[in-house]
T-cell receptor, first 115, second 117 residues
Framework: ETGVTQTPRHLVMGMTNKKSLKCEQH?????MYWYKQSAKKPLELMFV???????ENNSVPSRFSPECPNSSHLFLHLHTLQPEDSALYLC??????????????FGPGTRLTVT | SQQGEEDPQALSIQEGENATMNCSYK?????LQWYRQNSGRGLVHLIL?????REKHSGRLRVTLDTSKKSSSLLITASRAADTASYFC?????????????????FGQGTILTVHP
């Protein structure tokens, strides 16, 4: 257990569905992240939140919409996805300070399949 | 090419042997980190080495950093079947947005290590 939980662990959705991924961290960290991991590609950073404020949106299509209601919770709202969005979506948290990236703690991921 | 490229892409060894993985990167960094991922799971942080450090140990892990060559290596000694996983290096470079300075990790594509019993 890393102190970061993600639900659901597996999700199959059609292209017209709307669903949400949830992440919760129990570590008291001030930064949270969404990553996308596709086969044969490096881990892609999607969004970064520091103290609930979004500080990075890595040119992610608008069909992915993040929400960070507090420093412990992070959501990724999904709508009208494409089959190429099928991937493992990983949430992570860390304690950031003074512009340095320290160790990140990852959740187990949500395996998303878009049909 | 990517910041943080691992080499080799795949490594297959016998239990008891040592495994060495390399990482090269392109820009100046604050620190370099190594992570491990078991199949289909989240990443687990292994070790962080700062830009002013040259070598670091943690149990059976030994990490070196050569900032002049922009490269790092991860050595796993006396490997076990349970070490079978993907290993990633990640580099930290400072980023800025809206007056806020924050850290940003860039991951490489990883090395798939298979340790045969």
């Amino acid at each position: 257990e890393t102190g970061v939980t993600q639900t659901p662990r597996h999700l199959v959705m059609g292209m017209t569905n709307k669903k949400s991924l949830k992440c919760e961290q129990h570590l008291g960290h001030n930064a949270m992240y969404w990553y996308k991991q596709s086969a044969k590609k490096p881990l892609e950073l999607m969004f970064v939140y520091n103290f609930k404020e979004q500080t990075e949106n890595n040119s992610v299509p608008s069909r992915f919409s993040p929400e960070c209601p507090n420093s412990s919770h992070l959501f990724l709202h999904l709508h009208t996805l494409q089959p190429e969005d099928s991937a493992l979506y990983l949430c992570a948290s860390s304690q950031e300070g003074r512009g340095r990236a320290y160790e990140q703690y990852f959740g187990p991921g949500t395996r998303l399949t878009v049909t | 090419s990517q910041q943080g490229e691992e080499d080799p892409q795949a490594l297959s060894i016998q239990e008891g042997e040592n495994a060495t993985m390399n990482c090269s990167y392109k820009t100046s960094i604050n620190n370099l980190q190594w992570y491990r991922q078991n199949s289909g799971r989240g990443l687990v942080h292994l070790i962080l080495i700062r830009s002013n450090e040259r070598e670091k140990h943690s149990g059976r892990l030994r990490v070196t950093l050569d900032t002049s060559k922009k490269s790092s290596s991860l050595l796993i000694t006396a490997s076990r079947a349970a070490d079978t996983a993907s290993y990633f290096c990640a580099t930290d470079a400072a980023a800025h947005a809206g007056g806020t300075s924050y850290g940003k990790l860039t991951f490489g594509q990883g090395t798939i290590l298979t340790v045969h019993p």
